[in-house]
């Protein structure tokens, strides 16, 4: 079983539409992160979150420590928010340094 | 301002070549990173520096080393390519150590096929 997951894998809507990703963990964790990769492949670090909910734009962050469980909404979806967007954790006493990563949800927004 | 920058983008390498992807950051940040990225999978740790000075094995090192240079630049290197090494090669870099829930800051990738 995969320490992160993501639902959905892919992810259609219309412009305008409300738009929720979903990130299930299965480790304690310090942080969580959701980053951005947009079609050309560059990735962009959106939110970083160890409690509560953070909110940039139209883009709102919410994470849920005793649920191991975050979630991403984009509200009023507009064709340039198409990209895939990964969620990473950092475990506790996570070994080497590493961020745990997620598969990726990809979103595509039709106009 | 540049941030990331990694070279080349896009390299076609033979079975048993050797090359350096090179990776350079302007910002200051302490730490680097190196990152692959395989379909159907998420990224995935292959060496990183917390500090000028020092590296450490990620999740899947093996196949590769990777230098340091100085506080700007952290290089990694295949010494003898193999085709599962193909891959997209991501940097990255975070102006605190890893544990220090810093956001990391990443390079727009290298797209290696090894033939």
């Known amino acids: 079983k995969n320490e992160v997951e993501q639902s959905p894998q892919n992810l259609t809507a219309q412009e305008g539409e409300f738009i929720t990703i979903n990130c299930s963990y299965s480790v304690g964790i310090s942080a969580l992160h959701w980053l951005q990769q947009h079609p050309g492949g560059g990735i962009v670090s959106l939110f970083m979150l160890s409690s509560g909910k953070k909110k940039h734009g139209r883009l709102i962050a919410t994470i849920n420590i005793q649920e191991k469980h975050s979630s991403l909404h984009i509200t009023a979806s507009h064709p340039r928010d198409s990209a895939v967007y990964i969620c990473?954790?950092?475990?506790?006493?996570?070994?080497?340094?590493?961020?745990?990563f997620g598969k990726g949800t990809k979103l595509s927004v039709k106009p | 301002n540049a941030g990331v920058t990694q070279t080349p983008k896009f390299q076609v390498l033979k079975t048993g070549q050797s090359m350096t992807l090179q990776c350079a950051q302007d910002m200051n940040h302490n730490s680097m990173y190196w990152y692959r990225q395989d379909p159907g999978m998420g990224l995935r740790l292959i060496y990183y520096?917390?500090?000028?000075?020092?590296?450490d094995k990620g999740e899947v090192p093996n196949g590769y080393n990777v230098s340091r240079l100085n506080k700007r630049e952290f290089s990694l290197r295949l010494e003898s390519a193999a085709p599962s090494q193909t891959s997209v090669y991501f940097c990255?870099?975070?102006?605190?150590?890893?544990?220090?829930?810093?956001?990391?800051?990443f390079g727009d990738g290298t797209r290696l096929s090894i033939l």
């Open positions: 990473a954790v950092r475990s506790y006493g996570g070994s080497q340094g590493n961020l745990i």
């Open positions: 990255a870099s975070s102006e605190f150590g890893p544990y220090s829930n810093q956001p990391q800051h």
């Open positions: 520096s917390a500090s000028e000075g020092t590296t």
